[in-house]
């Protein structure tokens, strides 16, 4: 059984563990500040050309979400995203649980619309209800999908107008600045957010999540919360070296194109057969929809989940990662072939 | 101007007042441990067919709420209801500020139905998402509707069979209980939920919400509860002697029938004029129609609030009360009429 | 059986009820939008000096002491206050329940040192630890002592140098500020605070605390907070009511007055026959050592809460309020002089 | 510079990361459903001698004292422990960020006495005040002391008698087990708590901690609220494979030895030269208390902590672990000596 479940399934690149070993009995001072994490931060500020960032690196996801939003928020205060959001739905209730309502909108493939921010905000109008303060997004998106520059400038404006915070989960940013439809840069990402994360555990780390906060409210005491919700790692260093190795000679890019090109090889393959999509994907996430006979055929060979079950077809997920093999998925496409003979 | 804009713009029935008047001096025991409460516990439990429930007395709505559910619920569960209700529109994130997650369902003229408490339930398979534990219901409605018994026999059925408990806000019960489309008893609400309360704030009271618990998971040290949350009023006998008064020679329905009886009036004139409504009530909030220059001919002497807002016409919401007077119905709709000709 | 037991065992001062009763059916808006929470605030704004301050009006001590404390604190920090603080022994954990650790100090009879905040302050050196930044007193304090014009001005030049919110817990304010001892007006202490609050549950109103916010930092958004706990009164203006009449024609002071009167009777008898007190009390609460032969004598007249038991005496606990009558405190010294003989 | 700062000063032993690399690019189901997390827990629970246990794997001591005490408590209920606990001083206020009350007792010798506990208990009595549920000890303790099995055994009937659930964070488990003073197994451990863990981080692993919990109540759904925490590690098998490491061929045991072995030079020598201790450990942990002078030529080969400041002299903490090295111990004794020449 191969498995395109996730873009975690394996380890992390060579070099990471290369690093790992080689300096594994220096000894290094506690919690993130040793001299790979304070070179990990150099790196990521040139980088994302935001010379002033804070920059703090965290084990998961799930932690640097609850953590920036709940450190954003005044306790009246709510964050807006899309119904299909991270924080919405995955996270078991997490920033409900540091206090924090999610103002959950429809989205459009995937992705929050301006029009969506205005109308959460003005029907937000006194103190019966709570605040919008933030707008939650990710690039790319839970479906696959991805902001253009003109989108994401256009969140931007809305959200300086609006005195709300932007914030970005990266996870899988590699995915997105890397694929063949991505017009954005790093650069721009800093410039247009006001905090967000570069994904390291879906991107070639073992774990551990960049992020970069340049709005300056939101960088006061951060070091507080991240003890506070049990984010500071004892060993930090082994987040700096993991984030030297990925931004050192672009890895980071080259792993994210890696696994994309993975991913267009499936979506042509199985565009190609004939099959819809139900996302349009340009990442390594794809949603293709296929009868359950097919289904039940690959699930035979492969190892990925039923997104949304349908009467006689379903949407699957396919994910593909740095480390994901390139016969695997010609395999999955001979083994799909025969179905739709 | 006469306000129609809520059902708690006035102070209490006389009773009441000349009750607390009587007893002034009298040094009672503090924190709702003094004889009145006592005694208000006891008329509650007949009146509601359930000897053995526990009855607290609360002073507001919002805190009746939030401290019942964050007593039903463990960190990683959830409440589902639908997205007018009150605590998921109304009350600043209340809810989410006790660490859990409302989950709401578009509903059906303003009412939980079983097929989303279902889809909400199963939507939510794994530890990735919250855990749904609580159905939360308002009768009568945000929107002036309320349950027929077949309704919440249903939803009484579904809770019982998911394990889910199943919690009425009554803050409005008086006059769903007294509507003439009403066919539920107080012992019925008692009898198909795991917990409700009587709203005394809409009903005749200065203030008070009596909370009826039979569910025997929700009882042990509910007062630390109410403690911790501000919620023990010091001279919490104001509060057992007002529902002693309500519930004497049948004083809180009485004062209910009088406010439907109000609504009546205005439904029946402003049906008979033509308008519509937005949802079919009969109890005491009206939702009419009315295009802009009605309205704005009716806020020179009235006071109501905007519900919903159209192009050129809107949502309004006209509230009776136990105290609204016949004569400013009378004049609402005489005003109404110059309008429409 | 005549009640000592604390100064909320009977309602309010007629001229409350009156007043009440007089504006009955007088239609106002909710939630203290009203014409008498403008005059209150209007009112305690004149009293206190304070005119930019923002007033607000809650229901009770616990529930203000928490939106106070939450709204003050960003989630790492922390509040100093004595080890008997009310917020750190009788509020069932209703602080931390808002997130926050209380850092509690021993005191000097019942009142925080300067002394004290240095070190709580000092010790609390990285984000391993919290943050303290706010500093709680009460006044008078959980042991009937009070502050001193001196005392309090060290408290206040101190919470500047170290930018520490100083907040001041005035459930028995009146009883402060009308003790022989006292030295200290309204006014100073507006002036030597961030936030306070005048205390009506146990002055002679049926409930009600009116917070009065000084410091810029807490006042944006207070209301969203009082409504997200259930602090938003629906029929507020019942509070601005009562708040308007203790403060004409100086019935606060007044009724304050009446209750320190009668524990000098107390504290004079009490003394007069030998016996000593675990604090030196000049308000209404005292706190006399007996042995248990004149307690259990007492106990039998009179209602009284034990503070500490030793092996073969007890700190008892008396209370006096606007309604003592003098001839039960008289009553009590006869019994007393019984006892003794 | 040699640190003696603390024992996570360096990574992993080898085995653990040879172990890593060997498995590297094998796929892995996510979030600790794997086969090295099935059979890292079933290791556990045979060492542990309690086959019927829950066995999760949480990355950090913070992290998995928030979660164990707040899933154990419900909202108006609070811990006990000592004032030098790691969950009262040294995680940011993480517990009460949780809701809960740490409730501090003075200790003895940096352990929990049953008086204390009882002391605790009957002290809380009404719902005005917390409720105490749980006791939490470390052992070793945060002043590396160790418990005793008489000891341990009194605490555990106490917790038993008064239904108190008995907690230990054993992030240095392995010093307490392996010290020349321990009688307790690690069965003993697991039979005389409801909830313990093995610590990784400070014993040899890159990070980690296995939690065993014994007791029924608090196994339901927890990984629910490890989720929602942000403690579900998606490559959870990297904590199941160093935890098989630990476990084979008594790993654990041996470095935690090793740890020991170098704290008994340490202490030993500074013994030999007539200084004395603040504490009397026979762990990983040494206080010794030195003049300023001696501790400023130290501080210039020596990276270490300073517990406790006084006039002339301080307590010093010294930490031993798996990796330090012997001679780094005889020359921090070699330069001792020359200081006290």
Redesign the interface.
């Known amino acids: 059984m191969?498995?395109f479940?996730?873009d975690?399934?394996?380890?992390?690149h060579?070099k990471i563990?290369e690093a790992?070993?080689r300096?594994?009995?220096?000894?290094?001072?506690?919690?993130g500040l040793d001299e790979h994490c304070t070179r990990a931060r150099e790196i990521i500020r040139q980088e994302t050309g935001s010379k002033d960032a804070d920059v703090h690196f965290i084990?998961?996801?799930?932690?640097?979400n609850?953590i920036t939003i709940?450190?954003a928020l005044?306790?009246?205060q709510?964050v807006i995203c899309v119904a299909q959001g991270h924080i919405n739905?995955?996270?078991?209730?997490?920033i409900?649980?540091?206090?924090?309502?999610?103002l959950a909108m429809p989205g459009k493939e995937g992705k929050l619309t301006p029009d969506e921010i205005i109308q959460a905000f003005e029907y937000h109008t006194d103190?019966?209800?709570?605040?919008p303060k933030m707008v939650y997004i990710s690039n790319s998106t839970e479906i696959g999908t991805q902001y253009s520059k003109a989108e994401l400038e256009a969140l931007h404006r809305l959200c300086r107008e609006k005195e709300l915070y932007l914030f970005l989960d990266g996870a899988r940013l590699g995915s997105a600045l890397t694929s063949t439809v991505n017009d954005l840069s790093v650069k721009d990402i800093a410039a247009l957010t006001d905090v967000f994360y570069i994904g390291g555990?879906?991107a070639g780390a073992?774990?551990g999540e960049a992020l970069v906060i340049t709005h300056p409210d939101l960088k006061p005491?951060f070091?507080?919360?991240?003890?506070?919700?049990?984010?500071?790692?004892?060993?930090g260093w082994?987040l700096g070296i993991q984030f030297e190795e990925l931004f050192t000679d672009g890895l980071y890019y080259e792993l994210a194109s890696h696994a994309n090109d993975m991913a267009d090889i499936l979506r042509e393959g199985i565009r190609n057969m004939g099959y819809t999509f139900f996302s349009p994907s340009f990442t390594n996430q794809l949603f293709p929809i296929f009868p359950e006979s097919v289904i039940n055929t690959l699930q035979k060979e492969f190892i990925f989940s039923i997104q949304e079950k349908e009467e006689d077809r379903s949407v699957i997920r396919l994910v593909t990662s740095w480390?994901t093999r390139q016969e695997e998925c010609e395999h999955f496409l001979s083994v799909l072939k025969t179905c739709s003979m």
Chains 1, 2, 3, 4 share one sequence.
């Open positions: 191969y498995s479940n996730n975690y399934s394996e380890g992390a060579p563990l790992m070993t300096t594994n009995l220096v000894q290094n001072g506690g919690y084990v998961g996801g799930t932690q640097t609850l709940a450190t005044r306790p009246w709510a739905v995955h996270e078991t209730g997490a409900e649980a540091t206090g924090h309502k999610v103190e019966h209800m709570v605040q555990t879906k073992l774990f005491d070091r507080f919360m991240m003890k506070q919700r049990g984010a500071l790692l004892a060993k082994l480390a």
